[in-house]
């Protein structure tokens, strides 16, 4: 006898589970049950729907991202005392370690003129993406229940997940600006572009995150192994030292240094630290620094990880939370 089996419409939801037996066809075999949902209109729930039906799909959960992802920032740091304070606390706590280092003891701050307000912007915005990243990693592999409790395209996860660092980040931003606002800096039209410079930003991290949320879902081992990727990729995006400085170290190495400059991480930091500080345009200029490229590249790291990165995610759909 067969068993029975869950059934759904085109659209995915549930609607019938058969438990009748196989009909028989006109020449006296039994006919399949899969052969008799389809003859029916009827698909299994759990299958991978056309990537332009699932971005649809998506696009119709953005309620249930926004109210997820609100809900996940509301109840982090509840056990703690202070609270949503540790979002704030952390990337301060991390500039003031950064700086007695790398500031004080290696002098890292040689060409820059206001370092403080330069070491804060590079690190509150990669702190964005690292948390992005880390977060998307874990986005399905620790929401199984919820994905083998309720039908709903998976990659609402990683993408509720980067908006909570959205959340975090904006909050942030309030004490990013007091800080340079403090050290001399002046409100300027100048400061607008960080708007499209965090948009695009997010369509990195988005991208790059539902990679990892895949990678994440079928190899926990890459947890452990992201903060370590992480921290180097740190220091290699110019966000503790100022990536002009080595210009003249790697004059045999053009191409490294050209590298540098394209590396996503850099691009964005440069971005916002080149539409924040006025101080900081003045030392690139004083040096005939330059990159008229900063701004395509952000464009295409953007676009390219999140078709790249949806892609992927979504070859994989009918296999997330599979015991």
Same mark, same amino acid.
């Given at each position: 006898?067969?068993?029975?089996?869950?059934?759904?419409?085109?659209?995915?939801?549930?609607?019938?589970?058969?438990?009748?037996?196989?009909?028989?066809?006109?020449?006296?075999?039994?006919?399949?049950?899969?052969?008799?949902?389809?003859?029916?209109?009827?698909?299994?729930?759990?299958?991978?729907?056309?990537?332009?039906?699932?971005?649809?799909?998506?696009?119709?959960?953005?309620?249930?991202?926004?109210?997820?992802?609100?809900?996940?920032?509301?109840?982090?740091?509840?056990?703690?005392?202070?609270?949503?304070?540790?979002?704030?606390?952390?990337?301060?706590?991390?500039?003031?370690?950064?700086?007695?280092?790398?500031?004080?003891?290696?002098?890292?701050?040689?060409?820059?003129?206001?370092?403080?307000?330069?070491?804060?912007?590079?690190?509150?915005?990669?702190?964005?993406?690292?948390?992005?990243?880390?977060?998307?990693?874990?986005?399905?592999?620790?929401?199984?229940?919820?994905?083998?409790? $309720?039908?709903?395209?998976? !990659?609402?996860?990683?993408?509720? %997940? &980067?908006?909570?660092?959205?959340?975090? *980040? #904006?909050? @942030?931003?309030?004490?990013?600006?007091?800080?340079?606002?403090?050290?001399?800096?002046?409100?300027?039209?100048?400061?607008?572009?960080?708007?499209?410079?965090?948009?695009?930003?997010?369509?990195?991290?988005?991208?790059?995150?539902?990679?990892?949320?895949?990678?994440?879902?079928?190899?926990?081992?890459?947890?452990?192994?992201?903060?370590?990727?992480?921290?180097?990729?740190?220091?290699?995006?110019?966000?503790?030292?100022?990536?002009?400085?080595?210009?003249?170290?790697?004059?045999?190495?053009?191409?490294? $240094?050209?590298?540098?400059? !394209?590396?996503?991480?850099?691009? %964005? &930091?440069?971005?916002?630290?080149?539409? *924040? #500080?006025? @101080?900081?345009?003045?030392?690139?200029?004083?040096?005939?620094?330059?990159?008229?490229?900063?701004?395509?590249?952000?464009?295409?790291?953007?676009?390219?990880?999140?078709?790249?990165?949806?892609?992927?995610?979504?070859?994989?759909?009918?296999?997330?939370?599979?015991?």
């Amino acid at each position: 006898m067969s068993h029975p089996e869950r059934l759904s419409t085109s659209g995915g939801e549930p609607v019938a589970t058969i438990a009748e037996p196989p009909r028989l066809n006109g020449s006296g075999s039994s006919e399949s049950l899969a052969t008799f949902a389809a003859r029916h209109g009827l698909t299994q729930s759990s299958a991978r729907p056309p990537l332009r039906q699932y971005v649809q799909d998506v696009w119709n959960r953005r309620n249930f991202i926004w109210s997820f992802a609100s809900a996940k920032t509301s109840s982090m740091y509840t056990s703690s005392r202070l609270g949503q304070v540790w979002q704030v606390l952390t990337p301060l706590l991390n500039v003031g370690v950064y700086y007695l280092i790398f500031g004080v003891l290696l002098n890292t701050k040689r060409g820059v003129t206001d370092f403080m307000p330069f070491l804060v912007t590079g690190v509150f915005i990669f702190t964005f993406t690292q948390r992005s990243l880390q977060a998307g990693a874990k986005s399905v592999s620790a929401n199984l229940s919820l994905i083998r409790a $309720l039908h709903f395209p998976r !990659a609402s996860l990683p993408f509720a %997940y &980067v908006i909570v660092e959205l959340q975090q *980040l #904006l909050i @942030s931003m309030v004490v990013l600006f007091g800080i340079i606002f403090a050290f001399g800096e002046r409100p300027s039209l100048q400061m607008l572009l960080i708007v499209p410079m965090l948009a695009l930003q997010l369509c990195f991290n988005m991208g790059l995150s539902l990679a990892l949320a895949r990678v994440g879902a079928f190899t926990p081992d890459v947890q452990q192994l992201l903060p370590f990727i992480m921290r180097t990729w740190l220091y290699a995006s110019g966000v503790i030292f100022f990536l002009p400085s080595l210009a003249h170290r790697l004059e045999q190495h053009h191409w490294l $240094l050209e590298l540098l400059k !394209a590396n996503p991480g850099s691009v %964005y &930091v440069e971005l916002a630290r080149t539409s *924040l #500080l006025a @101080s900081y345009r003045d030392d690139l200029h004083r040096i005939h620094w330059g990159d008229d490229h900063l701004w395509w590249y952000a464009i295409f790291w953007a676009v390219a990880a999140m078709i790249v990165g949806f892609w992927y995610f979504q070859r994989a759909e009918e296999r997330y939370g599979r015991g």
